[in-house]
């Protein structure tokens, strides 16, 4: 079946100005996640959807960074007036919640944004 | 949240069985212990999660200490293809979200 994808592949944006990554889940999937990471490091979470509930949004790094879930399904992350140190892959993942019984995260092939 | 290390980078040589190790001594009793791993130019994917007791799957199996201290994956037969950075995480229960550290890379030689 279709797994997780993600739009762009690849953004080269200036320094600055907005930009916008989609993120379409596994159909069925509630939990909905939003990672980074920048070059030769781990990743580093994001934010956290979780059906109708209010996201968890302890990872993003400042106030320019938003991100939202239309009708449950497909994300949006913003970052507004890029900086360079925001250039990384950002990776989007989906589950099954936990009262559903599994935890496996699968993950999209990433968007890789580079700021210049 | 409870932190694992794990050693920066192992080899191995193909079809050899591999012990990637991980330590966990600060975790607590209702933390889950997850693997990932991530091919190059990929996203992570899941490999094995146990809770106490061993786990065995199609892509590896899970040895946890009694103490559940420390766990190991074992790749009972190492690939090229499972070269990756293998990652250690725990979940507490009812958490969804993974804290990833910098992982494990594996080389496989041929």
């Known amino acids: 079946g279709a797994g997780v994808s993600q739009s762009p592949s690849n953004k080269v944006t200036e320094k600055g100005k907005d930009v916008e990554l989609r993120c379409d889940p596994i159909s069925g999937h509630t939990a909905l996640y939003w990672y980074r990471q920048s070059l030769g490091q781990g990743l580093e979470f994001l934010i956290y959807f979780q059906g109708n509930s209010a996201p968890d949004k302890s990872g993003l790094p400042s106030d320019r960074f938003s991100a939202e879930r239309t009708g449950g399904s497909v994300s949006t992350l913003t970052i507004q007036r890029t900086q360079q140190e925001d250039s990384a892959v950002y990776l989007c993942a989906s589950s099954l919640s936990v009262g559903q019984g599994t935890y496996e995260q699968y993950f999209g092939p990433g968007t890789r944004l580079t700021v210049t | 949240d409870a932190k694992t290390t794990q050693p920066n980078s192992m080899e191995s040589n193909e079809e050899e069985p591999v012990h990637l190790p991980c330590n966990h001594s600060t975790i607590s009793g209702t933390d889950y212990i997850h693997w990932y791993r991530q091919l190059p130019s990929q996203g992570p994917e899941y490999v094995i999660h146990?809770?106490?007791s061993n786990v065995n799957n199609r892509m590896a199996s899970l040895a946890i200490a009694e103490d559940r201290k420390s766990s190991t994956l074992i790749l009972h037969r190492a690939t090229l293809r499972d070269a990756a950075v293998y990652y250690c995480?725990?979940?507490?229960?009812?958490?969804?979200?993974?804290?990833f550290g910098t992982g494990t890379r594996l080389t496989v030689i041929p």
């Open positions: 146990g809770l106490t």
């Open positions: 995480i725990l979940r507490k229960t009812g958490a969804n979200n993974l804290f």
